[in-house]
């Protein structure tokens, strides 16, 4: 009960929380010599769910098939490290006291429509993530820390399209 | 001397491992950044929590400054580590279809699993629409390959482009950073709006 009117500790300060992040990359290139990653992970279980379900179908796919060495998700690099996403963020959601079953939305909209939006949003990134060879995470993080121009140019795309669309979308967050 | 894992032909369950135990990292800091939510996020896009750019720059540039000195001294040797290779139009076009999944959205891939994680239902669908997305590109590949394979430029750097060395590009960076957080400082006092601590 007390946990209830308990209030969630404080985010970290933005500046010491992306040092961490900076840690965090760093010691995955210097242990791995590649950076993080997350919209791989999402393929990596898709690839594996569609050849379990249509195995020729997956073979003869010229997209799927790049992809069907990783088969086993289980043992794909990027799901282990998403796996460790989940629990790490949970560990420190747990601390902070933030863990609680809920659909986030602003007071504008029902949770219906966050919900159509939150869908219809993954959709476009997922495609966008196999178009530009990766997400905010693969592309434009780990692109930019070894300067490659790819992590760049992507960067200013995501951040320049979310910028330029923000006003046809503001009821949904403000 | 680094990367450790491809010079020292470390056994694959280790690696996968040390997979898990980065991720945990990763995690607990996007979740300790407010990255859990959506609305923090898209604080980003209307000035009231700059939160986004701050966390990037500051993660992005601490790596860079890290590989640059590790490279210094000797302790990883940066020609095994992976430079993304830029192919122009798909980066482009792919960048702003993503643009437009996180303004819609309220997530990135990365951030709806740390959401995911402390229970938050919206970034289940998020990740849910993000593997129907991938599905229809691999279905329908064919009609985007020449797009995704055009004016292939190879693992170039930013800093090669500009005939500068690494470092000076960093400098750079660092001064473009802070002049970045300068204006987020000032926009989240001007578009300042009541505490949503309590609803998200």
Known sequence: MENKVKKPKNYMNPYLAGIL???????SFYLTGR??????????VVVSAVSTIAP?????????????????????????????????????????????LKVEHSPKITPRKRIVMASIGGLLFGFGSQLGRGCTSGAALTGMSVLSLAGFVTMMAIFGTAFALAYFFKNNWI | MGPIVPLLNISNELNLLIAFVIGLGFGVALE??????????????????????????????????????LNYVGLIDLDIVYINEYYVYSSIVGGIIMGAGFIIGGFC???????????????????????????IFGETYPLWEKLYMSSPLGPVKISTVLGIRD???ALLLIVVASLMFWVGEMAEKKFKREDITNEI
Request: net charge positive.
């Open chain 2, 167 to 169: 470092g000076y590009f």
């Open chain 1, 56 to 100: 020729t179908h997956t073979a003869n796919s010229a997209y799927f098939s790049k992809y069907t060495k990783e088969n086993n998700p289980l043992k794909s690099w990027l799901v282990l490290e998403i796996a460790g996403v989940i629990i790490g963020g949970f560990i420190s959601g747990a601390y902070a006291g933030r863990l609680k």
């Open chain 2, 32 to 69: 300790q950044a407010g990255f859990s939510s959506s609305r923090k996020l898209a604080g980003m896009f209307y000035g009231y929590d700059t939160t986004v750019l701050k966390v990037f720059f500051t993660a992005s540039i601490t790596a860079m400054l890290g590989l640059i000195f």
């Open chain 2, 109 to 135: 891939p990365g951030t709806s699993f740390t959401a995911i994680s402390i229970g938050k239902i919206d970034a289940l669908w998020f990740i849910l629409g993000s593997m129907i997305g991938i599905f």
């Open chain 1, 21 to 27: 992040l900076g840690m965090v990359l760093l010691a």
């Open chain 1, 35 to 44: 950076g993080l990653g997350a919209s791989g992970a999402t393929r990596s």
